[in-house]
T-cell receptor, first 114, second 113 residues
Framework: EPEVTQTPSHQVTQMGQEVILRCVPI?????FYWYRQILGQKVEFLVS????????KSEIFDDQFSVERPDGSNFTLKIRSTKLEDSAMYFC????????????FGAGTRLSVL | GESVGLHLPTLSVQEGDNSIINCAYS??????FIWYKQESGKGPQFIID?????DKRQGQRVTVLLNKTVKHLSLQIAATQPGDSAVYFC????????????FGKGTLLTVNP
């Protein structure tokens, strides 16, 4: 069964450093998302991406964040200058947009900012 | 404002019992609801969904009930098994919102053998 894959599974970085989290959405899906989950809290929407552009972003998604779909398969989230409070699980999700609008999630990347 | 919340943060049941996990939402514009299961160290996994034009939907061992009058959603798991132990989130999708999901806080279900 097709699945969303994310790499790395765990990323440790120093405060102020740039990180890139990578995702490969399901191949015939058209909408792509990033969510984050701070330890013990609910999953929060960050950004949605459709037709090669951001379709919506949350207040969390400030100028330090960016997303890119550099080729036909990858979808990345970049944090330019990480802060301690960016430590969280980051989940990528994709949606086909034909029939059911079920979002399928990857296993996540745990980001630890020291 | 929009919000999705859960009444019970934890639920402990015996293997074989039925489990009921509840969720409240406040945005009447929500038209689609999903239950996700999250096991430790994994991403949310789709369980079952329901559209706002339905009151009930059944899957394999799971049933979702939607009461739009009181903006309440529940997930029923029949004959709960140890493998059902996880955190369960309800999520809502609001019309015109790029299908983004708003999640509730989650309920930890523990199944005792």
């Amino acid at each position: 069964e097709p699945e969303v894959t994310q790499t790395p599974s765990h990323q440790v970085t120093q405060m102020g450093q740039e990180v890139i989290l990578r995702c490969v959405p399901i191949s015939n899906h058209l909408y792509f998302y990033w969510y984050r989950q701070i330890l013990g809290q609910k999953v929060e929407f960050l950004v949605s991406f459709y037709n090669n552009e951001i379709s919506e972003k949350s207040e969390i998604f400030d100028d330090q964040f960016s997303v890119e779909r550099p080729d036909g398969s990858n979808f990345t989230l970049k944090i330019r200058s990480t802060k301690l409070e960016d430590s969280a699980m980051y989940f990528c999700a994709s949606l086909r947009l034909a029939g059911k609008n079920i979002q399928y999630f990857g296993a996540g990347t745990r980001l630890s900012v020291l | 404002g929009e919000s999705v919340g859960l009444h019970l943060p934890t639920l402990s049941v015996q293997e074989g019992d039925n489990s009921i996990i509840n969720c409240a939402y406040s945005n009447s514009a929500s038209d689609y609801f999903i239950w996700y299961k999250q096991e430790s160290g994994k991403g949310p996994q789709f369980i079952i969904d329901i559209r706002s034009n339905m009151d009930k939907r059944q899957g394999q061992r799971v049933t979702v009930l939607l009461n739009k009058t009181v903006k309440h959603l529940s997930l029923q798991i029949a004959a709960t098994q140890p493998g059902d132990s996880a955190v369960y989130f309800c999520a809502e999708n609001i019309q015109g919102s790029n299908y983004k999901l708003t999640f509730g806080k989650g309920t930890l279900l523990t199944v005792n053998p």
